[in-house]
């Protein structure tokens, strides 16, 4: 469904940060990018919601298709009505509208009234929390609600795709769990494919189909979540496990890194 | 007491369309992060405009008003469109200094029309003074000061309750996350110029109405950007408060000061009320709280 063919970014011109990205992402699926800080996850969801255009960033080589059709020269705004939505990283909020309003701008690209009345009834279906919360001014809110809000935001376009930058981020691990249930529900029941963009690459790599590693603007590996979790490197960098799956200490993961590296 | 009170309500009804041209001007900043000093010519251009239809071309009243509020929203629209777009992206300074140039530009016109001298436009408020006890206020002024007071019931209800309304205010907050939720941010930049100008157009005909198209009602530019300081920039409310305190100020100044001083002080009140107030708060009397949490 959405296909991205060796796509090169460059910021301002001069700056080279994806050096020829290929993923699919197909229909109903969840796919996992891993990968260290820098990598270009991030720049790669950017590339896809057309979000680059407002940090001079440009897509100059390759081409990112949705459904057969291009989409990497469309506005942001454009590419949300296709029916692709990133929920960015750090959960940024229009922190002094309330809770319902943030929800009802994800509705804005939305013209049928009465559809979108059911999806926030549906929204809070999903999120009771945000429901008390509803007339909160979002602003305060804490970290697990503020994920709910982006994740229900995103729900209220009626998207056919979510890209979800790191939703784990800075959450306690039971509040983690509860969030990845949440995705695989949304997944499962609204019929949205995610593509997932993780640290957490234990709880990503369970939770997908398939995965890609990324390392430096490139794609250095990608399979099948399950082969990927038996994989040897990502075990020692991602799960930090040696082959007994005992945690490797830091120092050794260390000095693994740099004796070997996917690019030489 | 009757000649304070008097000065209160003359400084109240000046005050009303200070408000709506800084209110203009608020919303722009909100919106677009730039302070305009274009608004003092697309007040004055709101009156020429009715000045044309209403006197030169001889159209009836209602005519000529509606035409003369689609005039001013497109020169909104124009402006916003051929100078401050092109600098979307770029340092909010040159977007200030741009908006001076656009303000020099119609000036040239607006002197080429006017000529050093006055427009009358044929008076359409109710003429007449309504008397209470030993008060007086004209029925003209009473009547725009309470036009200004509807015009900003309605901003309040629009921003609050449309689908407009809430792009609008989220736009305000964060352009980048506005355009991830599939809001068109340089649509709302339109709409808000446009919106913007047809609420200096109500202020630049309800002055008119009063004091004539005299060559220096450009200048009022500056003082409603004063006021919008004033307010905090940013605050719908700030301008109307800051609007009626600037002619409240002005009056007093004007009935107590003036006869000491020899004259002249009622202008300078507002830059002395605005110097003391940044002083004191420098994000103005109600700049935006940030929401900051620890
Ligand atoms: N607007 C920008 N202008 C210039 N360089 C940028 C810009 N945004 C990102 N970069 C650079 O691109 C590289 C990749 O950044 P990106 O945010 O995509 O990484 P990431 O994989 O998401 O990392 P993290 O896990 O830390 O979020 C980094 O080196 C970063 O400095
Ligand atoms: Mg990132």
Known sequence: MLNLKNIEVIYSDVILVLKGVSLQVPEEQIIALLGANGAGKTTTLKAISGLLHTELGEVTDGSIEFQGDRIDRLDPERIVKCGIVQVMEGRPLFEHLTVEENLMVGAYSRNDKPAVRNDLERVYRYFPKLQVLRARTSGYLSGGERQMLVMGRAMMAKPKIMLLDEPSMGLSPLLVKEIFKLIKQINEQEKVSILLVEQNARIALDLSEYGYVMENGRIVLDGPSLKLLENEDIREFYLGLSDKGKRKSYREVKHYRRRKRWLA | MTEFLQLLISGLMEGGLYALLAASIVLVYKSTQVASLAHGQILAFGAIFLYIFLATLHLPLVIALILAFAATALMGLLIERTTLRPLIGQPLFSSFLVTFAVFMLFDGIFQLIVKGGTLTIPHFLPAGTLHAGALMVPAGQLCSFIAALILFGILGLMFRYTKVGLGLRASAENHQLARSTGISVKQIFSIIWVISALVAC?????????????????????????????????????????????????????????????????????????????????????????????
Do not use: W
């Open chain 2, 202 to 294: 109500v202020a630049g005909i309800a002055t008119a109405n009063v004091t004539d198209i005299y060559y220096t009602l450009p200048q009022m530019g500056i003082k409603g950007l004063i006021v919008a300081l004033f307010g905090g920039l940013e605050s719908i409310p700030g301008a109307l408060i800051g609007g009626i305190i600037l002619g409240i100020l002005e009056n007093l100044s004007a009935g107590y000061l003036d006869p000491v001083v020899g004259g002249g002080l009622k202008e300078v009140a507002a830059y002395i009320m605005l110097l003391l107030i940044l002083l004191i708060k420098p994000y103005g009397l109600f700049g935006l709280v940030r929401i900051e949490r620890i």
